[in-house]
């Protein structure tokens, strides 16, 4: 089946620009993550989503950092005013229900160019 | 505060060698532990985990990993690199909470040489 589609694969954006990075879980799964991953680290944790209510954002950096579900599927982080700081990969995973340990399944992320 | 510390950002083996990435982890509860291995340009995929079963945890790609509480590690193994293995692989952590916060390591970036 389908995994975890994310889109754009790439974006370019200047200093102070606002973007939109969409996630499309897989079908059916309950729960969707959004990570942060910038070069030579490891991806940090940014929100967590249980259906459409964020239940966990103790990972979104500042305020300029945020993120819907409002259907309880597709996803989007939202980041404005952005800083060449924000340039990183932005992964989005979702895990299905009644899964509190159980796998992650990421997409393939996008990667957020600030010039 | 749950952490994992990978050992070596690059790790280099022959083809048919034995592949040993570190990891040790840290945390208050008993942790669940992963493996993922990332492709270029691709997702993560995870490789295996840990969640209080069996110790010696067999993934895919002939990839497994020991739990080893005393040492607090879960270093990752495979008897004999082949050149599609090379890839990079990141630790990570998490703990029963009702949803998984995972913590990720830095990453160790392993090359297979022919």
């Known amino acids: 089946g389908a995994g975890v589609s994310q889109t754009p694969s790439n974006k370019v954006t200047e200093k102070g620009k606002y973007v939109e990075l969409r996630c499309d879980p897989i079908s059916g799964h309950t729960a969707l993550y959004w990570y942060r991953q910038s070069l030579g680290q490891g991806p940090e944790f940014l929100i967590y989503?249980?259906?459409?209510?964020?239940?966990?954002d103790s990972g979104l950096p500042n305020d300029r950092f945020f993120a819907v579900r409002p259907e309880g599927s597709v996803s989007t982080l939202k980041i404005q005013r952005t800083e060449r700081g924000d340039s990183a990969v932005y992964l989005c995973?979702?895990?299905?229900?009644?899964?509190?340990?159980?796998?992650?399944?990421f997409g393939p992320g996008t990667r957020l160019t600030v010039l | 505060a749950q952490s994992v510390t990978q050992l070596g950002s690059h790790v280099s083996v022959s083809e048919g060698a034995l592949v040993l990435l570190r990891c040790n982890y840290s945390s208050s509860v008993p942790p669940y532990l992963f493996w993922y291995v990332q492709y270029p340009n691709q997702g993560l995929q995870l490789l295996l985990k840990y969640t209080s079963a069996a110790t010696l945890v067999k993934g895919i790609n002939g990839f497994e990993a020991e739990f080893k509480k005393s040492e607090t590690s879960f270093h990752l193994t495979k008897p004999s690199a082949h050149m599609s293995d090379a890839a990079e692989y990141f630790c990570a952590v998490s703990v029963l909470g009702g949803y998984q916060k995972v913590t990720f390591g830095i990453g160790t970036k392993l090359q297979v040489i022919p």
């Open positions: 989503f249980q259906g459409t209510g964020a239940a966990d």
């Open positions: 995973a979702s895990s299905p229900p009644g899964a509190g340990t159980d796998t992650q399944y």
